[in-house]
């Protein structure tokens, strides 16, 4: 077993490597940060390729065979950030420097440190002469946060012999919720579908001078967008959160009712839970008429909606509609992904409850499901068998803390959480894998 006090360290130096390399998506850039991580871990025995579906951006593919002919586990991250602007830093958001014991920098927490904590438990293990009983894959994606076109998408539509597996681990949840006196510890198991559309109302043009000329199609997108803002569709249950509400004592049978109870002990709690439970519609972007003195025959606005796992557009239509009424208006779909899911009773979630009754006994182990999507969306559809799951650990650093630092300004991870997840993937890959 490698020792805890090495995998911290050698987390905390892979993930100042990884900040100090600019992969800000776009343009991603990803072609050095990923010689580095194929060297690494190449010099511990994994083979690796580097395929790219486009010219300095590619994909990492590192495999360690073992001699029998057990699962394949892959641990799946991606190398790329979101932009960051060093003004609204306390620090270079590429130093990489570790203050206050902290690693700061953009990835310090999406994802490069869970990119760090997975290579170093993947090579620990390796150098000691573990080999698992089938196969460790370690998938390090580019593309991820501009929708994963080079990356994932690509890799499992045109490599999939190369990243296939049954069971995968990737980000999407695992810091700590602390609740009414309970420690939860939160896995991903889905991801919400997309379908943002254009809500559209028309009137009749005319002089603005002479309000009642014409007819005006921005003041009748008022009704509807007080609509969204006074209330959402109706909530519905679904595995996820219902596997959370349990875990925080909250009675799932009744969504709204506990949703309440939520918040009046924890408002934060309610504001993550509620996503879950159901459609959302949230009114991003508007425009009407293009002169100030021209009545707009036409008004629109655009709606971000995202829809639970497995369910599509009528669903979404019949929700929407519930919110805005039956007539007065039009609508489009841009964006049409639904979400998917796997299932929360699987070895790999019993993998993670023996880990955390190991290193946390007073702490649970719940099923979530995450309002926005990763790459572990493209993984279940290419491979409906796939079990992948959301899960980077962090007790030092709760979720309440974490949240706001992710794609925000001076994002930072707590060193005792790298040298804590790197070992939580060390125990995982030996319980699947062995
Ligand atoms: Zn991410």
């Known amino acids: 077993m490698p020792d805890s006090a090495q995998l911290e360290s050698r987390t905390t130096e892979l993930l100042q490597r990884l900040i100090r390399f600019n992969t800000v998506n776009p343009p991603g850039n990803e072609q050095a940060a990923q010689e580095f991580l194929r060297d690494t871990l190449a010099a511990a025995g994994f083979e690796c390729e580097l395929l790219s579906a486009v010219e300095g951006r590619p994909n990492l593919v590192a495999r360690l065979r073992g001699a029998g002919d057990g699962p394949v586990l892959c641990l799946c991250g991606h190398v790329d950030t979101v932009l960051a602007d060093p003004g609204d830093w306390s620090l270079d958001p590429w130093s990489g420097e570790l203050k206050d014991g902290f690693v700061w920098g953009r990835g310090a927490l999406d994802m490069k440190s869970q990119v760090a904590a997975e290579v170093v438990a993947a090579v620990s293990l390796a150098e000691s002469g573990w080999r698992p009983a089938g196969e460790l894959l370690v998938v390090v994606t580019a593309d991820e946060e501009s929708g994963a076109e080079h990356g994932a998408q690509w890799l499992c539509r045109e490599h999939p012999d190369k990243v296939r597996c049954d069971y995968m681990v990737n980000e999407g949840a695992g810091e700590i919720v602390h609740f009414n006196g309970r420690r939860i510890y939160g896995v991903c198991v889905a991801e919400k579908g997309v379908f943002r559309f254009t809500l559209t109302t028309e009137g009749r043009a005319g002089h603005a001078s002479i309000p009642r000329i014409g007819d005006n199609a921005l003041t009748k997108l008022a009704p509807l967008l007080q609509a969204m803002r006074d209330r959402q569709p109706s909530l519905e249950l679904s595995p996820e959160p ?193």
């Open 242 to 434: 219902e596997s959370l509400l349990t875990a925080l004592g909250l009675d799932p049978s009744d969504p709204e009712a506990a949703l309440r109870e939520a918040a009046e002990t924890d408002p934060r709690v309610a504001i993550i839970v509620e996503p879950l439970l159901g459609v959302t519609l949230t009114p991003t972007m508007a425009r009407a008429s293009d002169k100030i003195n021209v009545i707009p025959a036409q008004a629109s606005v655009k709606v971000d909606c995202r829809v639970p796992p497995g369910l599509g557009r009528d669903h979404a239509l019949a929700k929407i509609r519930e919110v805005l009424g039956e007539d007065g208006w039009s609508i489009e779909f841009s964006e049409e992904v639904v979400g998917n899911r796997s299932p929360i009773e699987t070895p790999l979630m019993d993998a993670i409850r023996r880990w955390a009754e190991s290193v946390d006994p007073d702490a649970q182990v719940a099923a979530t499901g995450l309002p926005g999507f990763t790459d572990s969306r493209w993984w279940r559809e290419a491979f409906p068998e796939c079990i992948a799951y959301g899960f980077f650990p962090q007790r030092h650093m709760d979720l309440f803390e974490a949240a706001p630092l992710v794609h925000g300004a001076d994002e930072r991870v707590p060193v005792a959480d790298l040298g804590f997840a790197a070992e939580a993937y060390v125990h995982i890959c030996r319980d699947i894998l062995s």
